[in-house]
């Protein structure tokens, strides 16, 4: 079953088949609603599409489902809702009512959006090939950046400064508090996630979810708390944290009224708050990113130049924007006037002297946000890319580091390649004089990529770093986890990162709290033939691990396993023979250039769906714990 191509639901699970005969040509004004005959054609393309075993005919089916969805977009919001629902629901991928609340959240921009596209063009396939890898990925479109200054040959780089203190960082990421968890509610279910009492039949249970969580659901409260009260054993002095984005949970079908999200957000941050303003808890300040599910509806951000009737105000996501910073602003600007922002979730500061933290809304370059496929494109979403060359230039005038920290990775599957080879060039400008970290999440595994220049995968070459945090979430097959860094107190770099996990399989033997504890030390378990003791975790020694990597199978499982922080339902990669899972592995490491990404096949269909594409997650925990025993 390719549930996990998915088109997502704007083609809301009806993308793909054999050619058709469509599109006709489209009406400017549509007043009939959907006929039987088209609902039934749409479905039939659904099926078709489930069936494909070739990206030539997933390609074109691709085409020919959007192209029908587009003709009709034609009729009303309520009528196309309508008939998409049906759809998804005749396909039984999910829950009928995850099906009714998908369509209701996202066809109002989705319909909107593809009105302006060119289907049979390039604007088509972009949407084919970044949703459901279903078409090959279309050409950069050329943008060379026009940087203020060119790159200075000779740069002041400061020493390093072995003999004092580390500075000490926290990296939180992927919260996803669940507040309607419930401890013996079901852990297996047919929704996108488990563990509430609304999705369980107590008289039968399949198994019983525990106080501290499942590896099919949400974060429970009591596992953040218990995190946050364990951290300050972890480490007791704290210079700043991070939080890369993501705090509420996985329901994406379900996250309006906007008020309903807003809550979360508000709660989450007032036990934020709690432990981070408090002289006897973690007395520190936090720097947030804005996730993709901090939106209603779940993963879009609207443009400068979108546009919203009276009905869709709330698209705006001007209330987002506000209560971030509402909470943000006394971590944010406790420097006084050392700090500046966008109006879109984007800001820079100053945790400690001489470093200057940019943290980036990411989100404008997410391939589930329907608003940036809509015509004309925008090559630089609200400006922001073209904000950051701004601070960057700034920090290097004033010769200060600079650390980058966002939700999704340049270099991530879910990541536009236009987006990606932007931001590349601006790496390439400011790496590594100026940019001496960057922090991402997204994914829920611990993991990492490299940039170089001119795309030239050698050590010597090797530019920035991006660390991709652990989530706290333990879904999907995860442990919960997060990171400790030390940090060069001169030159801001990385001098060792540490993640600690807990072993939520061995719940039910908890008597009072999670066993959190150190998984493993970056700069001991991944060092092997290289230098020992505290030097940098440069972008070339991390370059040098993936060389090892390749040589040493050993070495490369180690990373596999950690990278799911030692879960227990870690898949096995390069099992029996099998060299391609480690060689693409590898390969994406090497690839915060996204178009460098081993995971866009011309000639097969992924079996299974990336491990990321959280953002609309249309599965069902029954079916995918059913798949895993057999």
């Known amino acids: 079953m390719k549930a996990g191509l998915v088109l997502v639901v704007l083609v809301h699970s009806a993308a793909l088949a054999t050619a058709l005969p469509w599109p006709p040509q489209w009406p400017v004004l549509r007043d009939q609603p959907v006929t039987i005959a088209e609902e039934e054609l749409l479905y039939q393309v659904t099926e078709q599409w489930f069936q494909a075993r070739s990206v030539q005919k997933s390609c074109s089916s691709c085409i020919s489902a959007l192209q029908l969805i587009k003709s009709l977009s034609y009729t009303s919001e309520k009528l196309l809702v309508r008939a998409l629902t049906n759809v998804c629901k005749r396909t039984k991928l999910v829950a009928p009512d995850v099906c009714k609340g998908m369509m209701e959240e996202q066809v109002p921009i989705a319909r909107k959006v593809i009105k302006t ?32 200054k060119p790159k200075p040959k000779d740069y002041p780089v400061p020493t390093p400064s072995p003999d004092d203190e580390p500075l000490t960082v926290l990296h939180l990421s992927d919260w996803h508090v669940d507040p309607l968890y419930e401890a013996n509610s079901d852990a297996i279910c047919d929704k996108p996630f488990c563990c509430r009492s609304e999705f369980t039949d107590y008289n ?158 990411t989100n404008f370059c997410y391939t589930l946000n329907w608003w940036l496929y809509q015509q004309p494109v925008d090559k630089d979403p609200n400006g922001i890319l073209m904000w950051l060359v701004d601070q960057l230039q700034d920090a290097e005038d004033k010769h200060e580091r600079v650390w980058i920290v966002g939700h999704i990775s340049p270099g991530d599957s879910t990541c536009f390649h236009d987006y990606s080879n932007y931001y590349h060039q601006i790496v390439e400008r400011y790496a590594p004089h100026v940019i ?66 807990a072993d939520l399989d061995r719940a039910t033997s908890w008597l009072e709290e999670p066993n959190w ?71 994406n490491l090497r690839a915060a250039n996204a178009e460098l990404r081993c995971d866009y096949d011309p000639d097969k269909l992924p079996v299974d769906p990336p491990e990321e594409m959280c953002g609309l997650g249309l599965h069902r925990i029954d079916l995918v714990s059913s798949s895993r025993t057999q």
């Open 117 to 148: 596209m060119n289907i049979s063009g390039r604007d088509g396939h972009l949407l084919c090939a970044a949703v459901a890898n279903s078409c090959p990925y279309p050409e950069v479109e050329p943008w060379n950046i026009t940087f203020p």
């Open 204 to 361: 039968n249970v399949s198994k019983p979810a525990s106080v501290w969580g499942e590896y099919s659901c949400d974060t429970p409260l009591a596992l953040i708390e218990s995190m946050l009260e364990y951290i300050p054993t972890a480490a007791p002095t704290l210079d700043f944290g991070l939080m890369t984005g993501d705090v509420p949970p996985h329901e994406v079908w379900n996250t309006l009224p906007f008020l309903k999200t807003q809550v979360i957000h508000e709660g989450t941050y007032a036990l934020l708050h709690a432990h981070f303003d408090s002289k006897d808890m973690l007395n520190t300040k936090l720097y947030p990113a804005v996730g993709n599910h901090e939106a209603a509806p779940t993963n879009n951000f609207p443009l400068r130049t979108s546009e919203f009737d009276e009905d869709h105000v709330y698209l705006s996501l001007q209330w987002l924007y506000d209560t971030l910073s509402r909470h943000w602003h006394s971590w944010v600007a406790s420097n006084g006037d050392q700090w500046t922002a966008t109006t879109s979730g984007s800001y820079a500061t100053y945790p400690v002297p001489g470093l200057k933290l940019i943290s980036l809304n």
């Open 436 to 501: 001496a970290g960057q922090f991402f999440g997204h994914t829920h595994k611990d993991e990492f990529q490299v940039f170089y220049e001119g795309n030239q995968q050698t050590a010597d070459k090797a530019l920035s770093v991006a660390y991709i945090g652990p989530s706290i979430t333990p879904f999907l097959n995860v442990n919960p986890g997060f990171r400790v860094y030390k940090v060069d107190r001169q030159t801001f770099e990385v001098l060792d990162s540490i993640t600690y996990i």
């Open 517 to 587: 504890h150190v998984e493993y030390s970056a700069s001991e378990a991944f060092a092997g033939k290289l230098t020992r003791g505290q030097v940098p975790l440069s972008a070339g020694w991390w370059h040098k691990v993936t060389e090892q990597m390749e040589s040493d199978e050993s070495m490369f499982q180690k990373y596999w396993l950690y990278r799911s922080k030692s879960s227990p339902l870690t898949r096995p990669c390069d099992d029996e023979g099998d060299d391609q899972c480690r060689a693409d592995t590898i390969c």
